[in-house]
């Protein structure tokens, strides 16, 4: 259970069931076409931070550059989206941060410093995947089949809760372009930075 009284949080959040359901369904109502395994890269990015290990600055920085210099300004779409009940993590857009004149030698070291800030828990992950597994079993959520959802469920048991890729229909549908930031960095940010 946990208890939010203004900005002060009690509790871990991932473990209310109400709290990751919000989570869940906002960015299903946001992104339709969002699969089972998109979700569970939702939690997992929520709960484990960046999916893969960064070796070293420069290669993190030359994925963001070329990522950077490929991609097209674009400030229809929000900058930033929360990925996790407290709001500590979030998903930064590439596209509308560029629309906006944002500075990305900034952004490459927040976002750096924000995968090496943040501490993963997988047991944060596995009691969230938890929750999405038990909200479709009392059938709270038809968003995707129990069969699905178990299929799915016996392959992250298998495989040890893996990271995962986009699906790609979900990359075709809305070409997801982003890095994770620590929601403190935003204030940095604010200049190019819509209230959210």
Same mark, same amino acid.
């Given at each position: 259970?946990?208890?939010?009284?203004?900005?002060?949080?009690? #509790?871990?959040?991932?473990?209310?069931? #109400?709290?990751?359901?919000?989570?869940?369904?906002?960015?299903?109502?946001?992104?339709?076409?969002?699969?089972?395994? $998109?979700?569970?890269?939702?939690?997992?990015?929520?709960?484990?931070?960046?999916?893969?290990?960064? $070796?070293?600055?420069?290669?993190?920085?030359?994925?963001?550059?070329?990522?950077?210099?490929?991609?097209? +300004?674009? $400030?229809?779409?929000?900058?930033?989206?929360?990925?996790?009940?407290?709001?500590?993590?979030?998903?930064?857009?590439?596209?509308?941060?560029?629309?906006?004149?944002?500075?990305?030698?900034?952004?490459?070291?927040?976002?750096?410093?924000?995968?090496?800030?943040?501490? +993963?828990?997988?047991? $944060?992950?596995?009691?969230?995947?938890?929750?999405?597994?038990?909200?479709?079993?009392?059938?709270?959520?038809?968003?995707?089949?129990?069969?699905?959802?178990?299929?799915?469920?016996?392959?992250?048991?298998?495989?040890?809760?893996?990271?995962?890729?986009?699906?790609?229909?979900?990359?075709?549908?809305?070409?997801? #372009?982003?890095?994770?930031?620590?929601?403190?960095?935003?204030?940095?940010?604010?200049?190019?930075?819509? #209230?959210?």
């Amino acid at each position: 259970m946990a208890v939010i009284i203004g900005d002060l949080k009690l #509790s871990n959040l991932w473990r209310s069931h #109400s709290e990751i359901f919000r989570l869940l369904v906002s960015h299903a109502n946001r992104y339709p076409k969002l699969g089972i395994q $998109d979700a569970y890269k939702l939690l997992y990015q929520g709960s484990m931070g960046s999916e893969h290990l960064i $070796d070293s600055f420069e290669e993190f920085e030359q994925d963001l550059l070329i990522e950077w210099e490929e991609l097209e +300004g674009d $400030d229809s779409i929000p900058i930033w989206e929360n990925i996790r009940p407290d709001g500590q993590l979030v998903r930064f857009y590439l596209a509308p941060y560029k629309a906006r004149g944002g500075q990305v030698a900034q952004l490459l070291t927040l976002c750096y410093w924000s995968s090496t800030l943040f501490e +993963g828990s997988m047991d $944060d992950l596995k009691t969230s995947w938890d929750t999405l597994v038990k909200i479709g079993r009392e059938k709270r959520w038809n968003k995707f089949s129990m069969d699905d959802i178990m299929e799915f469920d016996h392959w992250l048991r298998k495989y040890q809760f893996p990271p995962v890729h986009h699906t790609e229909v979900y990359r075709k549908a809305y070409h997801p #372009s982003y890095r994770l930031l620590q929601r403190e960095f935003l204030n940095i940010l604010a200049p190019v930075t819509p #209230s959210h």
